[in-house]
């Protein structure tokens, strides 16, 4: 039986699945790892990176029988390399909000929304300061497409990778060309000496073959891998999420919570205003996707929950993260709709859809609040789905008609938790299939079976929703009209909230 092989570069994981012909996992194994914050950046260490890719392919069994292989990372962020692929400057990752000038003067450029994230924000903001290495620049890249390139040599990213990159063009198959003259003006009248076509990866739809892993890639695995295996499109978090949920026809969604927590919405016409907290990027077939992109999810509240742990521990207990994520979430239910008054904000980092450029987390009480621990546990939970809640009631408003939503990762991985509050939030059944907890190296590892399954004009919709996802079984939850109500309450004061959150970042330095 074949296997395929997914293995995606998270914020906090570096994580490897096998499935096998029937789209069932089989065997993971993964990698721990943080970024740093330094010199006022937030990056990661690029060693790190291949060395927590061996340990994730440690851990996995059955690597043998592979027989086609994807990469995928979080998406967006700046890797910049000269001709030889020397790295010019720290990895900059999706965290980082440095970008704003930048990305404020290319929106207009553009008439088109430029998140501080994308790459090519990035990229001018280095142009605009001057920065001493971009005479030097030849190529920019993801850490999916970096990773990519070191195993087989190809220089090029899925369409939703690259749409986090540059935006694509109308027919969803490559960069836009009108845009990328406006660009290459920038670069010419700052006296530069590249070409913007040439620096950019280029431009795959699933399905697509994107090389194979070469000798010296294999050598980078540890030998785990054999030469000559044929390798996918490379793609963001965003891509494998709508693949790992069957999210990528229109009128499709799905939630990825993490570190960060984003929605992807799948199009069925363009969005009629142009929105600073709406991103539009593409599904790996290179559909039209509105993106509500949030930094901060579940890092506060997993700082909490290891402070609680510490207290377990003064008392001779030692519970399993899962025992522990579990028990928590599950308390949170014993909360109040309305969380009783306990106020959280969870910005570790800059947060673009509420305008900060850095975050300051912060626990607050209303005069009378019950402090409990549900109701301490459910203000947590709320907190990493209260910013999201903003940009989807801009769809809303745009009358964006979402027919199925799904959720995956972390967030989720407690049966009736997480899902049961999203559903409060976005105001629409939310599903949770039975694979959803492996995520996104899950969706890479079926884009991996779709490039050497894919029967002649069978699109990514169709190989999803007719053999994959045909038996999958799931749980779906109805939003509540007591917890809808109560979140709603929630809502009202977290954006009170945000006031103190502004002041704190101002004066908190």
């Known amino acids: 039986m ?41 990056t990661y260490d690029m060693s790190e990176a291949l060395a927590g890719l061996r340990a994730a392919l440690q851990g996995v069994e059955g690597l043998s029988r592979v027989t086609a292989v994807g990469l995928s990372g979080m998406m967006h962020g700046y890797l910049a390399f000269d001709r030889d692929w020397n790295l010019l400057a720290p990895f900059r990752t999706w965290q980082n909000t440095i970008t704003a000038e930048a990305a404020g003067r290319l929106s207009e450029l553009f008439a088109f929304n430029v998140p501080q994230r994308w790459s090519i924000a990035h990229l001018y903001q280095a142009m605009l300061n001057g920065e001493a290495h971009i005479g030097r620049v030849a190529h920019i890249t993801t850490l999916a497409g970096y990773m990519h390139y070191l195993l087989t040599g190809v220089n090029a990213v899925g369409v939703g990778e690259a749409s986090g990159i540059f935006p694509i063009g109308e ?11 406006k660009f290459q003006t920038l670069i010419d009248e700052m006296g530069l000496p590249f070409h913007i076509s040439d620096v950019l990866p280029a431009v795959l739809t699933a399905g697509e073959p994107a090389g194979r892993l070469t000798e010296a890639g294999a050598a980078l695995t540890g030998g785990l891998l054999t030469p ?13 999420g709508m693949t790992a949920t069957n999210a990528v026809a229109p009128g499709t969604g799905n939630v990825s919570a993490g570190t960060s927590i984003f929605s992807m919405v799948v199009l069925e016409r363009p969005l009629a205003h142009r929105y600073e907290e709406i991103d539009v990027v593409t599904t790996p077939a290179g559909r039209p996707v509105a993106m509500v992109h949030c930094n901060n999810c579940t890092n506060d509240s997993n700082a909490w929950i290891s402070l609680l742990r510490e207290a377990a521990q003064l008392f001779g207990a030692d519970p399993t993260s899962d025992e522990l994520y579990t028990k928590l979430y599950q308390k949170s239910l014993e909360g109040d709709p309305d969380c009783g008054g306990v106020l959280t904000c969870n910005y570790v980092a800059g947060e673009g859809i509420t305008h900060l450029d850095s975050g300051r987390p912060l626990l607050a009480r209303m005069p009378g609040a019950r402090f409990t621990l549900g109701n301490f546990m459910r203000s947590m939970l709320y907190a990493t789905m209260s910013t999201l809640k903003l940009g989807m009631d801009i769809l809303a408003g745009e009358g964006v008609a979402i027919r199925s939503m799904t959720g995956h990762g972390g967030l989720f991985k407690t049966e009736g938790v997480g899902q049961r509050y999203m559903a409060a939030a976005c105001g629409a059944p939310v599903t949770c299939l039975n694979t959803a907890g492996e995520g996104g190296p899950y969706g890479m590892a079926l884009l991996a079976a779709y490039l050497d399954q894919r029967k002649e ?47 704190a970042t101002d004066v908190l330095l």
């Open 228 to 240: 000559g295996l044929p390798f996918a499109p490379p793609e963001g978090d965003g891509g494998t």
């Open 171 to 181: 027919d969803g198959r490559g960069y836009d060309k009108a845009m990328l003259e």
């Open 2 to 42: 074949k296997h395929y092989l997914g293995i995606e570069f998270g914020s906090t994981r570096i994580k490897a699945v096998v499935i096998n012909e029937a789209y069932e996992p089989v065997s993971a194994g993964g990698y721990t790892w943080a970024s740093r914050l330094e010199n006022g950046v937030w």
């Open 457 to 503: 004009g069978e699109g990514l919709e169709e190989y999803l929703a007719s053999r994959v996802f045909k038996n999958v079984e799931g749980t779906v939850c109805e939003p509540d009209e007591e917890t809808a109500a109560g979140f709603a309450a929630y809502m009202a004061a977290y954006k009170q909230l945000l006031k103190v959150e502004k002041t």
